[in-house]
């Protein structure tokens, strides 16, 4: 009965937190330099993607209980500030005025935020 409530309440929602914040980390890679040429199909799909991705993030930060949130602070997740990333970059999706290195950065602090890579 102890295990099951562990996997249940424990295991399981750990397991969505990294499935959520490996499908933003693609997101984001995939779309990161979607820019005015792109045409309006990839610029849809892009926003549709980004947007999905966020909203997950944003639901397991304020969504899960107690052991989700100690999870993240230890692997040093901020999955709030990387779900406004992915919104900036959604906003940034086939608009004129983005150059190349705005969009890395704005990547760049999606990784940070996600712990792809430190600072």
């Known amino acids: 009965?102890?295990?099951w409530f562990i996997t249940n309440w424990?295991?399981?929602?750990i397991i969505d937190v990294r499935?959520?914040?490996?499908k933003a980390l693609q997101a984001?890679?995939?779309h990161a330099f979607v820019g005015f040429v792109a045409g309006n199909e990839?610029?849809?799909g892009a926003r549709a993607a980004l947007t999905e991705a966020a909203s997950g993030l944003q639901s397991i930060s304020r969504g899960h209980g107690w052991?989700?949130?100690?999870?993240c602070r230890l692997a040093r997740y901020d999955l709030e500030a990387a779900a406004n990333w992915l919104i900036t970059m959604h906003n940034m999706a086939g608009k004129i005025g983005y150059?190349?290195?705005?969009?890395q950065i704005v990547l760049d602090?999606?990784?940070?935020f996600l712990r792809v890579i430190s600072i």
Do not use: C, N, S
Request: charged fraction near 40%.
């Open 1 to 3: 009965m102890l295990a």
């Open 10 to 13: 424990v295991g399981k929602p």
């Open 19 to 22: 499935d959520k914040r490996l």
């Open 28 to 30: 984001a890679e995939q």
């Open 42 to 44: 990839r610029e849809a």
């Open 67 to 71: 052991p989700v949130r100690l999870y």
């Open 99 to 103: 150059d190349d290195k705005r969009r």
């Open 109 to 112: 602090a999606i990784y940070i």
